[in-house]
């Protein structure tokens, strides 16, 4: 429980961050959107890595290769070794995942100034996305080599959470805000309006970062 309300708590910082960034450093509605799809990289990245270390099969997983002893490849002693059968399981389950993020990144970053760089306080907000979700995979992985009794879908479960949170966030926020705005001529500029996209995506995700991945079904089909 206190896992799961620190996650809660930790949601509501991010957010709160994002909140300040445009009040403070003036972020724009695409510095905030990099900063935000750059976060889903970084947890898809970790934890789809953390993926490949686990032994435990999968349960629900269809295949006679499953009821078997995983075979460990071990190239370098320093690190766990990792199994044929997570590698061509995470590649697989990592192509939904990777075509949504390339999708939405692609006009976001047409719109964006990249060759002035990124200002220091999105650096800052990178730094802190790693250090977080480097300190979620530390608590349910690492600690006691936990990873050892997991499966690679108890990993991407983690993966998986923001992804469902960007959909939900499409769905009800994004789409119906930008309804409202351009049916009514508002105009967009304006850093008020923009705090009619993000309380409500502070909203869903508090509620996704309330959430268990342990125990909640984030797993993609």
């Not at 970053?109 to 907000?125: E, F, I, N």
Request: net charge negative; proline share 6%.
């Amino acid at each position: 429980m206190l896992k799961e309300f620190g996650d809660f708590v930790s949601a509501c910082i991010l957010n709160l961050a994002l909140i300040l960034g445009v009040v403070v450093f003036e972020w724009s509605l695409v510095e905030i959107a990099v900063i935000y799809l750059i976060e889903i990289a970084i947890i898809n990245l970790l934890f789809f890595s953390v993926a490949l270390f686990t032994p435990q099969s999968v349960d629900d997983l269809d295949g006679d290769s499953w009821d078997e002893e995983p075979t460990p490849i071990q190239p370098i002693g320093l690190i766990p070794p990792v199994y044929w059968r997570n590698i061509n399981f995470v590649l697989r389950k990592a192509v939904i995942p990777a075509f949504l993020l390339t999708v939405i990144m692609r006009p976001v970053l047409s719109g964006y100034d990249l060759d002035s760089g990124l200002p220091l306080s999105v650096w800052l907000a990178i730094a802190g996305t790693v250090f977080f979700q480097l300190s979620r995979v530390w608590r349910y992985f690492i600690v006691n080599r936990s990873y050892q009794d997991k499966s690679p879908a108890d990993a991407m479960a983690f993966a998986f959470a923001p992804i469902l949170e960007l959909f939900l966030m499409l769905v009800f926020v994004v789409a119906p805000v930008s309804f409202v705005i351009i049916g009514t001529g508002t105009d967009l500029d304006s850093r008020a309006v923009w705090l009619l996209y993000l309380v409500p995506m502070g909203a869903i995700r508090a509620w996704i970062g309330s959430l268990d991945p342990q125990t909640d079904d984030f797993s993609i089909k």
